[in-house]
Each structure stands twice: as C-alpha cells, then as structure tokens.
C-alpha cells in the first residue's frame, strides 16, 4: 500500500516538472522593435492629378474650297509664323472665274460709260425742246441700271477673287505644324472631317486636369480666402511633372475651376497655365500636375505602421509599461502611398511602433528600441 502511494508521489513529481518544462519552453525573452516618437511638424505635401497639354491656340487649318492638294510647304514639327505658306489647293475653276468675272467688270464699266455719253447727249435736246423730257428719264434710269450692273460685277469679282485666294492656305498664327494627314495630289473637301493639320500656339500650353469634390474642399480648407475665386487666385505655385519623370522647370499657376460640377464623374475641371519659352512642352502630352499643400502640426506615419481591421484603421503604440496598444486613428492619404497624415488618435511624444505590423499581438511586452522619426518620415 505504502509501495503504491510512493509509486503515485512519484509519478506526480514527473508530471509537474515536465509541465513547468513546457512552460518555460513557450517563455520567450522580450523581442525587440523600432519605434519613433511622434511629433507636431510643419510639412509641405503635393497632390497629385493626371493631366493633358493643351497649347494656348489649337487651331485646326481646314480647306474652304474643293480641290487636290498641290503643294505642302512644311514638315510637321515645324514651327512657321503667322502668314507663313501652309498649302496650295488646285482649282483651275477659280481661277478661270477671275478672269471670266474681270472682263465682265470691264464690259459693265463701258456699258456705263456709254450711258453716261448718252446722257450728255439727250440733255441740249431736252432743252431745246427737240425732244421729250421722258426721253431724259429713260437715259437716266439705263444709266442707274447699268451703274448697279457695275456694282454686281464688281462683287461677283471680288467673290471670285475671294475662291481663288482660298487655294492658298496661310498660317493664321505664330505655332508649330502638328501631323499632316494628307500628302501631295490627296483630293480635299470644304466639309472634311480630318484638317489639314493643326497649327498650335504653344508660347504658352494648359494643362488640363479633374479634382473631385471631396477633394477639392480638402484643398480650400488650407487656403484663405473669403470667395472662391479668391481661393483660387491664392493656390501656390504648381509643379508639372512630364512623361518621363522629370519636373518642368516653370512654375505654373491654377488659372480656372469649371463653374459647375461634372454630373458623370463628380469632379471640377481644371485649368493650369505655364509659359513655354523653349516650346519644349507640345499640345497633346500627358503629365502630371503637383499641387502642394501646407500643413501645420500636421502628425505623419507611414501607411505601413497601420493597419486595417474592418472599417477601422489601427496604429499601435507602445505604453509606459512596454505594452503595445491598438488606436484608432482618422487619417487623410499623403499621395505616393507612403504616409498618412493623422487628423484623430495620436498625439505628440506618442511612440509609434514601425515594424511588425500584423505580427505583434495587442497587449505583447516588448522591447522598444528608439529610432529617429525622420529615418521613416523621408518626404
């Protein structure tokens, strides 16, 4: 009896001491992370919208007449001033008119004068009774209608003059050639569809973009102002970002906002001018616009040190006992994908856990190891 309760103390004693193994095994030493101290800054942030260039005069040269296309006398490309030869249009009609229409200018200025001759010949006879004045009111009036016959001829000329001209095609401004559909003996229409080409004037270019509602008052809250046009007047200087990721070394400024809002898509259309000195910028170019934004005691984090849990976005930061707690935050999105800029949860000296997102367990002990914000922060 006694052999079996030694036999039990026994077995109990192994089963505690492999328990409290176990138990030690699953204890872990407390795990390092990085954390920064958060802190009020004064940042400057840029938003950034899909654009279009437009230059200040896209002006589509179109035929008035119907003809072949005889002589092309630029290259796309170029650049050509205002008056410079652009086309020459072949109508041998036009031409034949002119001369048909200044001989008949010609006949009707004899017709005249020989109205005018008879006049002066019907009057002594009228005064002297030889003949009837009625005779004098009939010279009269063929001379009127010939005068008025005169008139016509001079403006069915000046029409025909007018056809013949538009058989040469200048440039109405200083700008530079865009593509040239048509090539040489090509038969043109007045009412085509495609121009001849597009000559734009790109001293200056637009650029031309879309900002949504939402985020449009974001905007004006950092603007002042007392109506909306003065707001606009006040936004800084923007950036133009070109196609190959290099920034335009001009400055522009926010000229226009639609008057209304756009039904289908909910945005204001924009309008952004820069000065083109090198005509390095051409209509039709897809850019970027950048427009900053100043903030005051703005609190960043980066987009990684959140996350996500239903409808609530976390931050997690670390207590005075080492414990790590989960925040709710409100934030609005830093354009890049990087950063948030915190507008409810943290404050200043708060410390910010900046890796092991989704690893670390709310309430974990752990180590905090301090690290300079601006080695995360990096705008």
């Known amino acids: 009896m006694i052999t079996n309760k030694l036999a039990i103390i026994g077995i109990a004693a192994v089963t505690l001491t492999a328990c409290k193994g176990k138990e030690e095994a699953f204890q872990r030493p407390t795990q390092p992370y990085n954390v920064i101290e958060l802190q009020k800054q004064e940042v400057e942030l840029y938003s950034e919208y899909p654009a279009t260039l437009q230059g200040v005069e896209d002006i589509e040269i179109r035929p ?9 006398y630029v290259e ?17 009609q036009f031409a034949q008119d002119v001369s048909m229409y200044a001989a008949r200018v010609e006949s009707a200025k004899t017709a005249l004068e020989a109205a005018r001759i008879q006049i002066e010949k019907t009057k002594p006879l009228v005064e002297q009774g030889i003949i009837s004045s009625y005779e004098l009111t009939n010279v ?10 005169l ?14 001209g538009y058989t040469v095609i200048k440039s109405p401004v200083d700008g530079v050639v865009g593509k040239l559909p048509y090539k ?7 009412n085509t569809v495609q121009p001849l080409t597009i000559v734009s004037n790109i001293s200056k270019v637009f650029a031309y973009f879309s900002i949504n509602e939402k985020q449009q008052l974001k905007m004006f809250e950092t603007i002042e102002g007392k109506t909306f046009q003065e707001k606009i007047n006040k936004i800084p200087p923007v950036t133009l970002v070109l196609s190959n990721g290099e920034t335009y070394n001009q400055m522009g400024k926010v000229e226009t ?7 289908q ?16 910028l051409r209509s039709g170019s897809s850019t970027v616009i950048r427009i900053p934004t100043h903030l005051k005691d703005a609190i960043i984090v ?3 040190a959140t996350s996500e849990l239903q409808d609530k976005r976390l931050a997690y930061i670390v207590g005075k006992d080492e414990t790590v707690t989960g925040v709710p935050i409100q934030v609005v999105e830093v354009p890049g994908g990087k950063y948030f800029v915190v507008t409810e949860g943290l404050k200043s000296n708060d410390k910010l856990i900046v890796e092991g997102i989704g690893i670390v367990a709310e309430g974990t002990k752990i180590k905090p190891n301090l690290i300079p914000a601006d080695s995360v922060l990096k705008f």
């Open 302 to 304: 980066p987009q990684k």
């Open 257 to 263: 906002f639609s008057g209304l809002i756009n039904n």
């Open 151 to 164: 008139e016509q001829a001079k403006a069915t000329y000046a029409n025909a003059q007018t056809n013949l």
């Open 76 to 92: 796309e490309g170029q650049e050509v001033k205002k008056g410079d030869l652009l086309f020459q249009i072949s109508n041998p």
């Open 64 to 72: 008035m007449i119907n003809g072949y296309i005889d002589k092309i």
């Open 140 to 149: 009269n009036l063929n001379y009127d209608m010939r005068k008025a016959e």
């Open 265 to 280: 898509t909910g945005s204001f259309n924009v309008k952004a001018g820069f000065v083109n000195p090198d005509k390095m």
């Open 184 to 190: 040489l003996g090509s038969y043109v229409y007045s």
